[in-house]
């Protein structure tokens, strides 16, 4: 019989699994989008439908943790906006001028950054196995997108869109180490409603001024993709993924995101018929290879 701290380390890793799914599956929806909206466009949908979809699950404990909330209102205007809104602006901005080649390389960055601001901050311990493993994800990683083909660090040059990738990376790590800052007993369902809510009023401030209107959307057969990145990836992924920080810490669960590269090329030749090689295969291999040596292999 596995006993609750066992317990609790199955659950983390098989949430932080979920998640990391989840979001693959964004890498593809975002691309379909973006030939038509533009990154502020495509977060003010996201977070609008978030918004609608996580009220009623939210409603019935909202009177009961208001002053919790109330309390925590820095903590979670800071992942409102910083966690939500900027990081998947800069996102869904980065398409736009940067190869998804590169922006799933740079997207596997912030499981690093995660262990660094985790040792920085916290005083962590960092060993050796989750370094190894680390790296041997990594390099699985720029296999499997590269497709073998080494030219592409030649051709690497930086444009905005890398820029925003890398600051996307940055933010998204900041919202999951500083997880363990927020002290009160709320419900799940109120926490992501309050941060969708103020992901949302951010974008509709950030549309009226900038644009000075509201986003349309331009072909209602987009409404499946904007319901997966609006209800999927936002609801469902960020239940999954912040009770996994809750449960194994930022770094373990960050060392299982360095799988999103794997399923996304996975669900890119299951829906939209890419092409995938032995060399992509044997980066797949590699990540996976590095994500089971952080996870279950103890450093001696």
């Known amino acids: 019989m596995l006993d609750q701290t066992q317990k609790n380390f199955l659950l983390g890793n098989v949430l932080a699994l979920l998640s ?8 593809i929806a975002a691309k379909i989008l973006a030939g038509e909206y533009t990154g502020l466009e495509m977060s003010y949908w996201r977070w609008l439908f978030a918004v609608i979809f996580t009220f009623p699950f939210a409603a019935k404990y909202l009177n009961k943790d208001f002053c919790a909330v109330k309390k925590e209102w820095k903590l979670m205007l800071l992942y409102g906006v910083l966690g939500c809104f900027i990081s998947n602006y800069l996102f869904y901005n980065a398409p736009h001028t940067a190869p998804a080649v590169d922006m799933t390389i740079l ?3 912030s499981p690093l950054i995660m262990m660094f601001l985790a040792w920085a901050f916290f005083k962590d311990k960092i060993n050796i196995v989750w370094i190894l493993g680390s790296a041997l ?5 720029f296999m499997l997108v590269a497709k073998g083909n080494l030219d592409i660090l030649h051709n690497f040059d930086f444009t905005a869109g890398h820029f925003w990738t890398l600051g996307c990376s940055l933010c998204f790590a900041l919202y999951s180490v500083s997880m ?3 002290k009160a007993k709320i419900h799940i ?10 992901a949302f009023i951010t974008s509709l401030f950030v549309c009226l001024l900038f644009k000075h209107e509201l986003p349309v959307m331009h072909n209602f057969d987009h409404l499946g993709a904007f319901f997966y990145i609006g ?9 999954c993924w912040n009770r996994a920080i809750e449960l194994i810490g930022a770094v373990r669960a960050g060392i299982i995101y360095y ?13 939209i018929g890419e092409q995938i090689n032995a060399v992509q295969i044997a980066g797949g291999a590699m990540v996976l290879g590095g994500v089971v040596i952080c996870t279950f292999f103890k450093n001696r």
Do not use: K
Not at 20 to 27: C, R
Not at 259 to 271: D, E, I, Q, T
């Open 20 to 27: 990391t799914i989840i979001w693959a599956g964004n890498f």
């Open 180 to 182: 363990r800052f927020f």
């Open 107 to 109: 997207m596997a960055t």
């Open 231 to 239: 209800v999927c990836a936002s609801f469902l992924a960020f239940i």
């Open 137 to 141: 994800a990594l390099a699985g990683v």
């Open 189 to 198: 369902s109120v926490f992501l409603e309050t941060t969708f809510v103020i």
């Open 259 to 271: 799988l999103v590269p794997v399923f996304g090329s996975f669900f890119a030749v299951v829906l």
